[in-house]
């Protein structure tokens, strides 16, 4: 009977415990934490977005890197599959718009609390407090891990599922991609992704805390058009947040390590230009004594009505009946593309993913075993793959962690698969 010992307890450390316990493998899962899943426990701030409910072809387009080395996992263990394992883990779940998945409860601990059951039930042997110092392969096969606490451990295969940098107050600091360079695998460049945009404008610092919802965004580099999307957004003290720039950062982070980007809000995506001029005709009409300032109460809230004003060089004094046609127009087209300078983005610490990672060319793509290093699997965020925002990123790490347990058990002469699933 083989062994298998897993470094990590988050998402895909999880996953892969319950299904290996399940095939009747001594499955060891190291953790250093105090407790499993600290990372998953703030993940959709902390009600758990943990799928998409897609089709495996849905689920791919929303990746952004290495697409193709997902096409296994997500077809053979893919947002219905996961949901199931939940639904059947005794957690109802429930789909939002955008078709993100949330257990009914809004609480991510029902997750957290369904895997340790799992595990339980499963046989897998949980160690907390436990940081694996090394990983050693054996000359005979198999390997040994050497823990912080001085002992060693060994066993046939090894699984890391020791998350990215993203979010480093959960633990997760980097540590598989110390592990994959000393065992001769490239790891690429890191940065954050899933993270708020950085804005030079000082007026964020006034909208800071203003959602809104149904508002296009456009980023340009150049007079190219980098980034194009319509959702929701939140103003923080140095930029923007929420969902579209969560999203935004995935496909334009990268550029903006190395530029500034142009972006524009389309405040009013409801109407066209046309429509909104139209619109302020009859506003201004039926007050025309009214400032400029205190005639935008229907059209914008509160705290945005100053910084439109500002932005749009009109007194605020001036009674509307006075404001001419050109003023109005580009008053108009200032509602349509409220502008923004994008000069970054957020660190490692808030950001919900990591972007880069152990390179994908030496993973197998259908059982996620080094290429190099037979016996050696990575699973999760540790590697070179991320995705929009959504629950795209949670998939990955199932069904990577599954893709493992999979080719783990068959190597132990259990070609049944569908009794993990059980």
């Known amino acids: 009977m083989s062994k298998a010992l897993i470094i990590g307890g988050g998402a895909a450390g999880m ?9 009747g493998i001594e499955t060891h899962i190291y953790e250093k934490n105090e407790k499993l899943g600290k990372k998953l426990f703030i993940t959709g701030k902390g009600r758990c977005n943990l799928t998409n409910d897609s089709t495996p072809e849905e689920l791919l387009q929303a990746v952004v890197t290495n697409r193709r080395f997902l096409y296994s996992s997500f077809y053979t263990f893919g947002s219905q599959e996961t949901q199931a394992f939940f639904e059947e883990a005794g957690v109802p779940l429930k789909v939002e718009r955008g078709k993100r998945v949330f257990p009914c409860s809004d609480h991510s601990s029902d997750i957290i609390k369904a895997l340790e059951h799992q595990l339980s039930l499963a046989g897998t042997k949980v160690h907390l407090r ?17 823990l912080e606490n001085g002992e060693t451990v060994s066993g046939d295969v090894v699984l890391v599922a020791s998350g990215g940098l993203s979010y480093p107050s959960t633990g997760s600091t980097g540590d598989g991609y110390r592990f994959a360079r000393s065992l001769g695998h490239k790891v690429t460049d890191t940065a954050p992704s899933l993270v708020s945009l950085l804005a030079k404008e000082g007026f964020c610092q006034e909208l800071m805390g203003l959602s ?4 296009g965004l456009k980023v340009m580099d150049g007079k190219k058009v980098v980034y194009e999307d319509f959702g929701e957004i939140l103003f923080t003290s140095r930029g923007v947040s929420g969902p579209m720039a969560l ?22 995506s409801a109407l066209s230009e046309e429509q909104l001029d139209k619109r302020l005709q009859r506003e201004f009409a039926e007050a025309p004594n009214k400032q400029f300032k205190n005639a935008l109460s229907s059209l914008f809230p509160s705290s945005l009505i100053p910084v439109m004003v500002t932005l749009s060089g009109i007194s605020p004094e001036k009674k509307v009946s006075l ?19 994008l000069v970054g983005t957020g660190g490692f610490e808030e950001a919900v993913v ?6 994908v060319k030496s993973i197998d793509p259908r059982t996620m075993m080094s290429k190099q290093l037979p016996g050696l699997y990575f699973i999760g965020e540790v590697l070179d793959v991320d995705a929009l925002t959504g629950g795209f990123n949670l998939q990955i790490a199932w069904s ?8 783990i058990t068959a190597g132990n002469g259990l070609t049944d698969y569908s009794s993990i699933q059980k």
């Open 400 to 407: 990577t962690a599954y893709m493992a347990a999979m080719a």
């Open 354 to 359: 990591t972007r880069g990672g152990i390179d």
């Open 130 to 146: 436990t940081a694996v110092k090394d990983i050693i392969p054996q000359a005979e096969g198999g390997f040994s891990l050497a």
């Open 15 to 23: 996953m892969a415990g319950v299904f290996l316990g399940r095939a």
């Open 323 to 341: 404001i001419t046609r050109e003023e109005r127009l580009s008053f108009v087209r200032l509602m349509k593309a409220f502008p923004l300078t």
């Open 247 to 268: 999203s935004a950062s995935a496909k334009i982070g990268h550029l903006l390590r190395e530029k500034n980007l142009a972006a524009f809000l389309d405040l009013k």
């Open 212 to 215: 809104l919802r149904n508002t």
